[in-house]
C-alpha cells in the first residue's frame, strides 16, 4: 500500500470506488490518482496501443488521459463503476484524434456513458471482458472486420466501403449490427 | 432522421465513434442536446463501445510509464483553496458629514504597528530570492526530463525492434530455408543459442521428422558441473519440420556442457529417456 493512514478501519486505497477516489483527486490527492492510474491505465494503454500500434504514442495518449483527470477530476463521472468504460471510449477517441493529427475534438464532460458492469471490481471486469471476447469471435468474420476497423482505426463508413467494396448501407448496418449483437448478449 | 423523429442508431453509432462528417456530427448534436430519448439510446451506444474496446488484447504500460506520471503530478500540485473567514469590514461611519474614515479616526499605532509593515516587505524579498531559486531547479529538471524522454524514446525503439525480431522468428507463417550443400538430402539439424549469465535460450530446429501422437521431442540442457540434465522445453515440428523454443525458464548462471534432445510423452519429463536423438556441445 503506498502509505499508512493511521486510522484502522479507512479501506485501502486499491479497494475504494472510483467516486470516492476522484473526491480525493478533486482534493489534492496523489495516492488517490496513483491507485485510478493502476486500477485502469492497463486497459486505456491496451486501447491506444491497438489503435496506435506505436507503444511510445500509446504512451503519450495514456499521460494525456490521466493527467486531465488530475487536473479536471470534476470532468469524470463514476457512477456504477463506469469510470473504466469511459476511460477506454476516451482513450479511444483521443488515439484517433493522434491518428488523424488533430487536436482532440471532444469533451468528456460531453460524454454520457450508460453501464451494467462495475468495471472498478477487477473480477467483474474480467468476467466482462471474456464474454465480451467470446461474442466478437461469434460475430460474422465480415461484421467483425468492419467494426475493427470503424472503431479501432478509425475509417469512416465512406473509406470502409471504398476499402471492401461493400456498398456504404452495408457498412453501416454491419457496424451497429456488431454493437447490437454484443448489447443483446449481456442484457439477455 | 428517421420517420418519428429521431436520429437512426445507424448514425448514431457513427456519431458516437466521431466518424461522421463536420456537418452531420454538429446536427446531431444539435439534436441530442435537445431529445432525452436519443441521449439515452447515445449513452447506450457509448456503453457498447465502453465493453467493446475492452475487448482489445490487454498490455501492461511499461513501468517507466507509472513514474513518469507520478511525476508529472507531482509536478502539477494542487492548490487547494481554503474558505477563509470574511475579513470584518471597517464600520462605514460619518464624522460631521465625511463619508470616510481620516487616519485620525483609525487608532494610534504602537511600535509593531510601525516595525511590521517592513517585515511584511523583508519577506517579500526573500520569498522573491527563494522564487528565483526555485526557477533555476526547475529549469535544471526540465532538461534531465527531456534528456529521460529522450532516453526512454530509445530504449522504447530498441524494445520494438526487439520485439519485431522475436515475431518474425516464432511467426508460423514465415518461410524458413536451411541451406545445405548442393545435391545433399536434408537431415534434421538444430541451433542452440544459449546466454548462461542470463539463463537465456533460443532454440531452433529444421527437418525433423513428424513424431507419433502421443510423443513429443524435449531439449535437455546438460551441465558442465556434472548434475542432472534440466528440461528446457519440449516440442513438435510444424509441417514443414520447423520447430523452435523461445526463452524457456531456467536457472541463470548455469554453464552447458551440451544440449541434446530426445523424445518423450506429451507434457514431457524431468529425466530424458534414452536415446539422446541429437546431441551438440
New interface residues.
Given amino acids: 500500500m503506498y502509505r499508512e493512514t493511521g486510522i484502522v478501519n479507512t479501506p485501502a486505497l486499491s479497494t475504494q470506488d472510483d467516486a470516492s477516489l476522484l473526491a480525493m483527486i478533486q ?2 490527492d ?1 495516492y488517490a ?2 491507485s485510478l ?2 486500477r485502469y ?3 486505456v ?3 491506444a ?2 489503435v496506435l500500434r506505436d ?2 504514442a ?2 503519450d495518449v ?2 494525456e488521459v ?2 486531465q483527470m ?2 479536471s477530476p470534476g470532468g469524470f463521472v463514476a457512477t456504477r463503476g ?1 469510470l ?3 476511460l ?2 476516451v ?3 483521443r488515439s ?1 484524434d493522434t491518428l488523424r493529427r488533430k487536436r482532440p ?2 469533451c468528456v464532460e460531453d ?7 462495475n ?1 472498478a471490481n477487477e473480477a467483474e ?1 474480467e468476467l ?2 471474456e464474454r ?2 467470446g461474442v ?1 469471435d461469434q460475430l460474422p468474420m465480415e461484421q467483425r472486420k468492419t ?1 475493427e476497423m ?3 482505426d ?4 465512406s473509406e470502409i466501403a471504398e476499402m471492401t467494396g461493400d456498398p456504404l448501407g452495408t457498412v ?2 454491419r ?2 449490427s ?2 447490437s449483437t ?2 443483446k448478449a ?1 442484457t439477455a | 432522421m428517421n420517420t418519428t423523429g429521431h436520429i437512426e442508431r445507424d448514425d448514431l453509432v457513427l456519431f458516437a465513434m466521431q466518424l461522421l462528417p463536420k456537418e452531420d456530427a454538429a446536427t446531431i448534436r444539435a439534436h441530442v442536446e435537445s431529445c432525452p430519448e436519443c441521449l439515452h439510446e447515445l449513452a447506450e451506444v457509448q456503453g457498447d463501445l465502453a465493453v467493446y474496446a475492452h475487448t482489445v488484447e490487454m498490455q501492461a504500460p511499461p513501468a517507466s510509464a507509472r513514474e513518469r506520471f507520478l511525476k508529472q503530478v507531482a509536478q502539477e500540485k494542487k492548490v487547494i483553496p481554503i474558505n477563509t473567514a470574511a475579513e470584518p469590514e471597517l464600520p462605514v461611519r460619518s464624522f460631521d458629514g465625511r463619508s470616510s474614515l481620516t487616519e485620525e479616526d483609525l487608532p494610534q499605532r504602537g511600535f509593531a504597528g510601525k516595525v511590521l509593515p517592513w517585515v511584511g516587505w523583508a519577506l517579500a524579498a526573500g520569498m522573491a530570492v527563494t522564487a528565483g531559486n526555485f526557477y533555476m531547479q526547475r529549469t535544471a529538471l526540465q532538461g534531465s526530463i527531456a534528456e529521460q524522454k529522450d532516453q526512454i524514446a530509445q530504449l522504447t525503439t530498441d524494445a520494438a525492434t526487439a520485439r519485431e525480431v522475436m515475431a518474425t522468428i516464432t511467426d508460423p507463417s514465415a518461410l524458413r530455408v536451411t541451406l545445405t550443400k548442393a545435391q545433399t538430402a536434408p537431415v534434421p539439424q538444430a541451433r542452440a543459442t544459449y546466454v548462461a549469465d542470463k539463463g537465456v535460450l533460443i532454440f531452433q530446429a529444421n527437418n525433423m521428422p513428424t513424431l507419433e501422437p502421443a510423443k513429443v521431442y524435449e531439449l535437455w540442457l546438460i551441465p558442465a558441473n556434472g548434475s542432472s540434465p534440466i528440461p528446457a522445453g519440449t516440442f513438435q515440428p510444424d509441417q514443414r519440420g520447423y520447430a523452435s523454443i523461445m526463452m524457456p525458464p531456467l536457472p541463470k548462471g548455469v554453464q552447458a556442457k551440451a544440449f541434446g534432445v530426445t523424445i518423450e510423452n506429451v507434457g514431457g519429463s524431468q529425466t530424458p529417456t534414452l536415446p539422446i536423438i541429437m546431441v551438440g556441445a
Avoid at chain 1, 460524454?111 to 458492469?117: G, V
Fill in positions: 482534493r489534492g496523489e490518482m496513483a492510474f493502476d491505465s492497463k486497459v494503454y491496451s486501447v496501443l491497438r507503444p511510445a500509446a504512451e495514456l499521460q490521466f493527467m488530475w487536473r463506469s473504466g468504460g469511459w477506454a471510449v482513450s479511444r477517441n484517433i475534438t471532444e460524454m454520457a456513458l450508460a453501464s451494467n458492469y468495471l471486469r466482462m471482458v465480451a471476447r466478437i467494426l470503424a472503431f479501432f478509425g475509417l469512416t463508413h453501416k448496418t457496424i451497429r456488431g454493437l454484443l448489447r449481456f
